[in-house]
Every structure is written in C-alpha cells, then in structure tokens.
C-alpha cells in the first residue's frame, strides 16, 4: 500500500489525512518480511530524486518498522537472504538517506542482527527499541531527562539531530545541555539563555521560568515519563544541578584534567 500526505497540491492535508488512516487501519502486519524488494523500490526512487536532494540539501527519512527478521517471498531467513538485504541497503550508501529501523518485537535474535547492522555500513542508521525501552537506555546516560513520547516520536519518524542520536549512547557534556534545550523550545527562545558552563545559575534560573511558564500554558498537564511512571516535567531540575551543577563540574574537571579532587573546603567556598 502507498499513500502521500499534502504531496497534492490539488487535494486536501484533511482528505489525505483520512485516507492515510484509513489504509493504516486496513493493513495489519502479518506472514513473510521480504525487505529486500522493498529497499531496492525505494533506493530507485531516491536515486531520481537525488540532485534535487543534494542541491536542497535534504535527505530522506526511510523508517523500517518489522517485527522479523529479512525473508524472501516464501519466508526464508537463511543468511544468503539476509546478507541480500545488507547489500539492497549498501546500495543507498552514496544517497542522502536517514535510516530508522523501529524493531516491534522483543526477539533479541531479531535486535541483535539489526544493531549489527551499523557496523556493516556506511550508512546513517538507527535501530529503536520502543518508548520504555529507549527510555531506559537514555536515562542511564542522562537522568535528568523524561524521555517522554513527543521525543521518542521524533526519533522514529527520522529527526535527526545529533543530540538525539547521543541520548541513550553518553552523558551529554554542559555546553550541550543548552543545545538540548533548543530541541524542547527552539532555539529563538533558548539562543539568549547564558551558557551553563560559565553561568550555570543564571542558566538555571532561566531554564525554571521556561518550564514554570510551561506549565501554566498547560495549565498543570505534564509529559507522562515511561521510567518513573508518572507525569514529569521535561528536565529535573535538581538532578540536572546535581550532576552538572557546582561543585559537581570541579569534579567533572578534576577527573578530565587529572586534578586533585576540590576539597570540602574550596566546596564550601564555591557556593
């Protein structure tokens, strides 16, 4: 099934909204998982549309959402037709493609050969977990954050930014604590905020006003966090002061510098 959202000049975003929804309902994903055919279809596509791409600096977002591993039409998932699939997509290597794989089981065979996909080519690719399971990940690089769904939906339709690519992979470091922010409130309201690493609580204190005036836009609503289990802001900010926030960062330092440790006294003079 194919269908396109306000591609028409011609049609209505609310007719083909409709339509889209209705073929969606229709479908269920169901039997073999051949792949292959369909990444060749779409490498041809792209590939017509290449100079345009390149000259508007754009690329496509090509999601995969399977449950199975590749198979053939007759449901063969030997390693030849699976090494098939490797090829199809080695193919897109040169095209201004963003790849997001958005695994739908919990098969960790299935995990395991996607994942390893990344190491076998020259290819921007993501493999997801679902929301909590992406959550958890993020969360233990970067407790400060909910990773709520707005986040998550971003990242499985092919948003890329590098920031998201590096939330369930390290802690950011301070100065993208402040980039981050851009991705929750554009960046013409965070541009004027101080830069943490040398105004941490000016930063801070600018950083509470956005989201108190957050929640009163909102009227109380949060984001519901899939870790905790509970509506949350977007960040703590406690536990964001707690981990970047002074005396924390000469300890941060100390440990990058190879510095002696602050001692409880300079501590007690930094605040």
Not at 111 to 140: P, T
Request: charge should be negative; aromatic fraction near 6%; hydrophobic fraction near 40%.
């Amino acid at each position: 099934q194919e269908f396109s959202v306000a591609a028409d000049p011609t049609a209505t975003v609310a007719q083909e909204l409709r339509d889209a929804q209705r073929i969606l309902d229709s479908v269920k994903p169901a039997g073999v998982t051949p792949l292959t055919e369909h990444i060749r279809s779409i490498e041809q596509t792209v590939r017509l549309f290449q100079p345009e791409l390149r000259a508007s600096g754009k690329k496509v977002a090509i999601v995969i959402a399977t449950d199975g591993l590749p198979t053939n039409e007759a449901g063969d998932e030997s390693p030849q037709v699976q090494d098939e699939f490797v090829q199809a997509l080695k193919l897109m290597e040169d095209l201004p493609v963003w790849v997001v794989v958005r695994l739908c089981t919990n098969d960790d065979a299935v995990a395991d050969f996607y994942n390893a996909l990344d190491s076998l080519l020259e290819l921007s690719l993501e493999v997801l977990d679902d929301q909590a399971g992406e959550a958890e990940e993020v969360v233990r690089y970067n407790k400060w954050l909910n990773y709520a769904l707005p986040l998550h939906r971003c990242r499985e339709v092919g948003c890329q930014h590098r920031l998201l690519d590096l939330l369930d992979e390290r802690a950011l470091t301070i100065t993208e604590i402040k980039e981050f922010c851009k991705i929750l409130w554009g960046a013409a309201i965070v541009n004027p905020w101080p830069d943490p690493a040398v105004e941490w609580h000016e930063f801070i204190k600018v950083l509470t006003q956005q989201m108190e005036q957050d929640q009163a836009q909102q009227q109380g609503r949060q984001h519901w966090d899939p870790v905790r289990h509970k509506p949350a802001p977007w960040i703590n900010i406690k536990v964001l002061s707690q981990i970047y926030g002074p005396p924390s960062a000469l300890r941060r330092l100390s440990c990058v510098f190879g510095l002696p440790k602050p001692s409880q006294q300079q501590q007690q003079h930094h605040h």
